[in-house]
């Protein structure tokens, strides 16, 4: 089913996903947890937000909530993660009228924990608001597409289901949509028809060998990304693919041409957040009629030539991102995002800057 969406330029983002928050325990020892092990861990100075907020929160900060409408929809607890989120979604510029507060339900909330070796893993509440919301509560929103300027983003931590009705009002609509799933939904998402009814969809290397059937090697990348158009040739031909590839940049695929962009050497503060980040940099720009991929061959850096699209311009915002130990870089911004370019000798081209020029000031 592919859209009818034919403008380049939006006016609104309306998401669904899970809002919530978390906290981050640097473990002592390399030796993983035992099952009644009790060990001592310092609690980090770091905020870390769920796929929603993050991907919603760069979209309304490069592109102003005076110009461009950010609305999120999902439900929180009536506790004070619940007020956190909302106090920080408001305070970026979003519309948060859909975000629903429940009581007797706990805000999703995640419990990180890092070992010294990088390795880490999380628990998180399943029995949380953000798994309340049904395709009734959608029903409610769906007043606010439009067919002219409407951005549909759907992620991960509420339902399949609630997510499948969320595409078929959107795609009635014919809003752009978008998507990112975790490897364990990917199956279930081929089988329920969610990738004939996407427009642009983000994964990681490892989300995206399990789309494919192939797993992504850095030494390999080409074969993977060819691999990659030869799927959506066969399968999804109406469908753009992004693959994120950590500190090794991004690449992009669609039915015609795949393209790459390498990421800058930076000082890691933490990769927490950095793929949604790009997605969240690469709606922006598509947000504004800038192309996902250019007609230039794959980069081998990033200062040699300006930088003209979506994709490019999301590996520099996920690249100025992990500076930050916070999963949304408090400081991210136009301005910021310019001046980090120039530091690092980067070009911005002018598709760019008649991007964000204005909303950025």
């Not at 990348?221 to 693959?243: G, H, T, W």
């Not at 695929?253 to 949604?276: F, H, R």
Request: proline share 4%.
């Amino acid at each position: 089913m592919g859209s009818t969406r034919k403008n380049t330029s939006y006016q609104q983002l309306v998401g669904v996903g899970g809002l919530g928050t978390g906290i981050l325990f640097s473990l002592e020892g390399n030796h993983t947890l035992g099952r009644n092990e009790s060990r001592p861990g310092s609690l980090l100075d770091v905020r870390d937000y769920c796929k929603l907020h993050i991907v919603s929160h760069y979209v309304a900060k490069l592109l102003g909530s005076q110009q461009f409408r950010v609305i999120p929809v999902g439900k929180v607890g009536d506790d004070a993660a619940g007020q956190f989120v909302l106090r920080e979604l408001s305070a970026a510029g979003m519309d948060t009228r859909f975000v629903q507060t429940i009581a007797h339900s706990p805000t999703l909330f995640s419990v990180c924990f890092q070992y010294p070796d990088g390795t880490g893993g999380n628990i998180t509440t399943n029995n949380s608001a953000a798994e309340q919301l049904s395709a009734g509560d959608l029903d409610l929103v769906k007043e606010g597409f439009s067919a002219s300027s409407t951005i549909a983003l759907t992620l991960p931590e509420v339902s399949l289901d609630v997510r499948r009705h969320f595409l078929q009002l959107a795609s009635k609509a014919g809003a752009f949509r978008a998507a990112s799933f975790v490897s364990s939904e990917i199956a279930a998402a081929k089988a329920m028809g969610f990738f004939e009814r996407l427009d642009l969809l983000s994964l990681n290397e490892s989300e995206a060998g399990e789309l494919i059937g192939m797993t992504f090697s850095p030494d390999s990348a080409q074969i993977f990304a060819e691999a990659c158009v030869r799927f959506l040739v066969a399968n999804y031909p109406s469908l753009q693919l992004v693959v994120s590839a950590g500190n090794a940049g991004a690449y992009a695929a669609t039915c015609d041409v795949w393209n790459y962009c390498p990421a800058p050497k930076v000082e890691v503060a933490s990769t927490a957040g950095a793929g949604d980040c790009l997605l969240g940099g690469i709606l922006a720009a598509m947000a504004r009629g800038v192309p996902l991929v250019s007609d230039c061959p794959p980069r081998k850096t990033l200062t040699e030539r300006p930088l003209e699209s979506a994709l490019e311009f999301g590996v520099l915002l996920a690249s100025y991102k992990v500076m930050s130990p916070h999963t949304i870089h408090p400081e991210a911004s136009w301005p910021a995002l310019v001046r980090f370019a120039k530091e690092k000798g980067i070009e911005l081209g002018a598709s760019l800057h008649g991007a964000f020029d204005e909303a950025g000031q």
